[in-house]
């Protein structure tokens, strides 16, 4: 079931994304990366749920923090923090230092604000990931 959630969400990404590079909607559309940090937010949600339940050594590690819904969700919320920190470094290496879109001092704190915006919106998309997760696997019976 993980599977599907991963494949349906990673085609919805990648068939919004490939159009907004070549139509440049990520600098035309200022909204346009908001829902597509909230779809990545939920995309590496799942794919931390189907690395641990897909790894019997990981599945036994984080047993115990399965059956405790706040240790698994500060995991879970901080895998999701280490994948879009390293998707933040890499926008800013492209767009800043290779295609040079924009001056890294293009205005006060401009990069520092959608830099926090996207994690706050790699966050939300990961906490949907989690409810979903929770209420597919711990729904009472």
């Known amino acids: 079931m993980i599977k599907k959630f991963l494949i349906t969400i990673l085609i919805m990404i990648l068939g919004l994304h490939i159009p907004a590079i070549e139509f440049d909607w990520y600098y035309a559309l200022n909204w346009f990366d908001i829902p597509m940090h909230i779809l990545g937010g939920l995309w590496v949600g799942f794919l931390f749920f189907y690395i641990i339940e897909k790894n019997q050594e990981l599945k036994n590690v984080f047993l115990k923090s399965?059956?405790?819904?706040?240790?698994?969700?500060?995991?879970t919320l901080g895998f999701i923090i280490l994948i879009g920190l390293g998707w933040e470094?890499?926008?800013f290496t492209v767009d800043v230092l290779i295609l040079k879109k924009y001056p890294y001092n293009l205005e006060p704190g401009h990069i520092l604000f959608d830099t926090l915006l996207d994690f706050i919106n790699d966050l939300i998309g990961g906490i949907i990931a989690l409810i979903i997760y929770y209420k597919i696997n711990f729904k009472k019976k």
């Open 89 to 91: 470094l890499y926008e």
């Open 66 to 75: 399965f059956k405790n819904i706040l240790i698994f969700s500060i995991l």
